[in-house]
């Protein structure tokens, strides 16, 4: 082990000094090795991007015209001396923890990931290194999930019930990965399902790259017994809009792992909460970072102070990076905070991506 | 307790009071009578006494979870509940059990306050390990108590009506009062009482007057009165009965031995709206910090009753020879209650609380003005034809107070807030300036919007000094205009001053620490010595 580490933390975001690349930089670099599309983590302006095919996908979308190299899971890039890799992180697809490796040592960056299968995107793999960059948005022992299909499985039984009341069913859901596994979970047979501009333009970016989505239809395209029957699914911030007010009568629901508090499900206003994650709970955090077998363990996103703390108390020498987030961000999460959800104002249809993408 | 969960899950699910309604009135024609009961018992405020304490619930509760203390309660700190942090924390179920009923598990709850401390860990940790989360959710307030479910006591009182068949307002008045579920049947508690008993009404609430009072039309059809600043509350007496009712259905006739004499005085089927105020041989009240060394006692010592005798100034007359005269119009009530008040033999502690002159709406503006010279918060305003309604109702009765004290102050501690605002940084603690010193002199946690407090949230973490669990010492810098409605002496107070309801009116951006306001000009207000 040499005097600088593998990776240090700039104002910047992750830096590796051996192959000079950033990791999820805030700023604009030369270099970016992105783990997901999540507005939070591929910014505009970098010189080069390295994702994986399904990250770039999405990212080429939101982001217009950049450089991007594509690497596939566990295919080794050799930047500058130093092997990065990529690895599923199970929490959207086409997202990859970071494996970086360099004179032996290895290190990875968690980006988000959820440790539970969702039935879409490529399941979270542990990877051993001697170090691991985690990140812990819900890294309290309160957030505790319960199995997909469960959830899943609630949803349908909701929607069918207002399919049988004819009230159209409303999910707010983020447009990348948040939407799309609920998709991917829901039963076609209780009635059509829509999606909203933002949600399309992922799903079709995602079915050019061979994700299989269950079909989707415009609103336009969706009118009497059938809009009754539907469920739509929308970005946050688009429920509760001009947008949904077209929709009549209808049942509003939010996906996210905030509605597993009843104080934040009640502040949000809506009112049927599912608490359905794509950040791994308190249990699955703990259970991923031991399945590394890192010693050293740095945590970012969330409950940073408390859960760092949690770790010293289970053996790790552990401490917090502070990202550009964490200063100015409700405590309940830098990330995917149920403030970016529903109480910034309320984007309308044709650019409701840009907060609502965040995640 | 799933009958009750999924109650709840209805209620807290919604916001429409139809769609709350419905489900009580369901919930009362379907469920048992003697959960029927604990459920009204419990919705109207009724706890039982606590059989085990918080403290034991969170150590059994961090002990069943596996986990330390601290992370316990910073997870307590997040979630802003006790009961909803136990429920969430506990693994899932191990087993499954029968679900029990609300009266049966009230019923074990209650056997358990005698039981040695190692059979209530026992018999706590079982029940939590065969219940789902949403049932040990409300199992936990159980246990805890102050639980409304969200549903106000107008709306339970209604949908209790409606699905035994009876008139609301009659239904109100028997849930009033004393009365305990498991020595009751829903027969006998909804059945009219011959005399009545020692039952109190449903008060009448006035609403806080926002437009000017001339939008209230002619002086003439109104009424006006001081507007006291002490205990509401109502005197029963009955044949048989007597009995003094605070605002909140407590009985606390022992607590005003001054008025015990009105039982024989009172003529027999007499029910008085009114205010207790402590008040000596001065020409106004004494404050009401007075008062507020009498309540929290059991008996009251010969001292304080010298100290701060107990006056019950009337307000209405709600019963008279045993009749309800509710719907009998205010200003014929008020004429009845003055002629019986001045039929009272001399020396006993009551006395009609004065009109006070209303010939314009201008010049009561100027009366008003005198409140805080007479002890008084403002004034009350009255249809002269209103009856004398359950509730709040708007629109014929109208608080019309002064307008607040304020001062600015700087804020130095700071906490986040808790359910709604758990995210939110919303308790506040300021201090003015004594010398060359900040003395912390007042906490207030309400009257910035949303994205104020958000605003003030992004602020305090960018600004902490440190950090005490969930609170932040933070940089002196934001000031802030803060309102409160009475000042007084408080040894128990660093700053020697306690406020009454401070609350924040409005962030000052454009002050600085430097112009913050004084001790010294905040004690100027303190009323004098004299009268206190
Ligand atoms: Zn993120
Ligand atoms: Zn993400």
């Known amino acids: ?121 490529e399941p979270f793999e542990p990877i051993r290194c001697h170090a691991f960059i985690s990140e812990c948005t819900f890294g309290l022992p309160v957030f505790r999930w319960e199995p997909n299909t469960l959830v899943m499985a609630r949803i349908n039984r909701w929607w069918a019930e207002n399919a049988a009341a004819g009230r159209v069913s409303v999910i707010g859901a983020y447009a990348l990965g948040k939407a799309q596994r609920v998709l991917a979970g829901l039963d076609p047979s209780i009635g059509p399902i829509v999606a909203h501009g933002a949600v399309e333009a992922v799903n079709v970016a995602l079915r050019g790259v061979g ?22 699914l929308a970005p946050p911030g688009a429920v509760g809009s001009t947008w949904a007010r077209r929709l009549g009568e209808m049942a509003e629901a939010s996906a996210s792992g905030w509605m597993a508090i009843r104080g934040i499900r009640r502040r949000r206003g809506l009112g049927t909460g599912f608490v359905i994650s794509d950040h791994a709970d308190f249990v699955g955090l703990t259970d991923a970072i031991r399945a590394t077998g890192a010693d050293r363990v740095f945590v970012t996103h969330g409950y940073t ?55 | 307790m799933k009958r009750l969960a999924a109650l709840f899950a209805v209620l807290d699910g919604t916001t429409k009071t139809s769609a709350k309604l ?83 598990t009230m019923a074990s709850l209650s056997d358990l306050a005698h039981q040695p401390p190692e059979a209530r860990k026992a018999a706590i940790l079982a029940a939590w390990a065969t219940m789902p989360a949403d049932e040990r959710f409300l199992f936990n307030k159980l246990i805890t108590g102050g639980f409304r479910m969200g549903v106000a006591q107008g709306l339970m009182t209604r949908a209790l009506a409606e699905a035994t068949g009876q008139d609301a307002a009659a239904v109100a ?28 009404y449903p008060f009448a609430l006035a609403s806080g007057l926002e437009a000017a009072p001339d939008s209230l039309g002619d002086p003439a059809d109104w009424r006006a009165e001081w507007k006291w600043d002490g205990i509401r509350g109502q005197i029963v007496a009955r044949p048989g009965a007597f009995a003094v009712w605070s605002r909140g259905e407590e009985l606390i006739t022992d607590r005003f031995p001054e008025f015990a004499p009105l039982a024989r005085a009172l003529p027999p089927g007499t029910v008085l709206d009114g205010e207790i105020l402590a008040w000596g041989e001065g020409a106004a009240p004494l404050p009401f910090a007075a008062l507020q060394r009498r309540i929290g006692r059991k008996s009251v010592p010969r001292k304080v009753l010298a100290e701060a005798p107990a006056r019950f100034l009337a307000y209405d007359l709600m019963e008279a020879d045993g009749r309800d005269i509710r719907a009998v119009p205010f200003a014929e009530r008020r004429d009845r209650l003055e002629a019986l008040v001045a039929g009272l033999p001399p020396g006993v502690p009551i006395a009609v609380s004065p009109l006070v002159a209303l010939t314009g709406w201008e010049t009561l503006a100027r009366t008003r003005e005198a409140a805080r ?107 802030f205009e803060l309102a409160f409605e009475g000042i007084q002496e408080s040894p128990r107070h660093k700053s020697g001053i306690a406020l009454r309801f401070p609350r924040i009116l409005r962030w000052r951006r454009d002050k600085t620490v430097a112009e913050i306001d004084t001790l010294d000009s905040l004690r100027a207000l303190l009323p004098p010595r004299a009268e206190r």
């Open chain 1, 305 to 359: 102070g408390p859960f760092r703390r949690w770790l010293e108390d289970q053996g790790y020498q552990a401490g917090v990076v502070e990202t550009e987030f964490a200063g100015e961000e409700a405590d309940v999460g830098a990330d995917q905070g149920p403030d970016q959800a529903g109480d910034h104002a309320l984007p309308t249809e044709p650019d409701a991506e840009g907060g609502a993408i965040r995640e």
């Open chain 2, 373 to 479: 010279d007479r002890g008084a918060e403002g004034l009350m305003l009255k249809r002269a034809a209103s009856p004398y309604f359950t509730g709040r109702r708007r629109g014929d009765w109208w608080k019309w107070k002064l307008d607040p004290y304020t001062v600015d102050a700087v804020m130095i501690y700071a906490q986040a807030g808790h359910g709604r605002r758990a995210a939110l940084y919303t308790d506040f603690t300021f201090a003015i300036r004594a010398g060359n010193d900040l003395l912390p002199f007042a906490k207030a946690y309400s009257g910035l919007t949303d994205a104020e407090f958000a605003e003030v949230t992004r602020w305090v973490k960018a600004h902490t000094l440190e950090r005490f669990g969930p609170v932040r010492r933070v940089v002196p810098e934001l000031v």
């Open chain 1, 211 to 232: 994700y299989a989505l269950p079909p989707t239809a415009r609103l336009a395209d969706t009118t009497g017994a059938d809009l009754r029957r539907a469920l739509v």
């Open chain 1, 1 to 121: 082990m040499g005097q600088t580490p593998l990776l240090t933390f700039t104002d910047r975001g992750i830096h590796c000094p051996a192959g000079d690349f950033y990791i999820d930089p805030w700023r604009p670099v030369a270099r970016a090795v992105i783990t997901h599309a999540h507005s939070d983590h591929a910014r505009p302006g970098h010189g080069a991007y390295l994702a994986t095919p399904g990250t770039a996908t999405v990212m080429r979308h939101r982001l217009g015209p950049i450089r991007v190299d594509c690497a596939g899971y566990g295919e080794a890039v050799t930047i500058n001396g130093v092997t990065v890799s990529f690895h599923p992180a199970g929490h959207v697809p086409g997202s990859a923890q970071v494996r970086v490796e360099h004179g032996g040592e290895v290190w990875v960056v968690s980006g988000d990931y959820k440790t539970a299968p969702d039935g879409l995107s």
């Open chain 2, 173 to 200: 008045h028997r849930l009033m009062g004393d009365w305990t579920p498991v020595a009751i049947t829903l027969a006998d508690l909804l059945a009219p009482t011959a005399g009545g008993g020692s039952r109190p």
């Open chain 2, 22 to 104: 419905s489900a009580l009135t369901a919930h009362f024609r379907a469920a048992p009578e003697a959960d029927i009961l604990w459920t009204v018992a419990l919705l109207s405020g009724r706890r039982p006494r606590r059989a085990v304490t918080t403290t034991e619930l969170r150590t059994w509760a961090a002990e069943a979870a596996g986990l330390p203390d601290w992370l316990f309660e910073e997870s307590y700190a997040v979630v802003g509940d006790l009961a909803e942090t136990i429920a969430l924390v506990l693994p899932p179920p191990s087993a499954t059990a029968a679900s029990a009923g609300l009266a049966e």
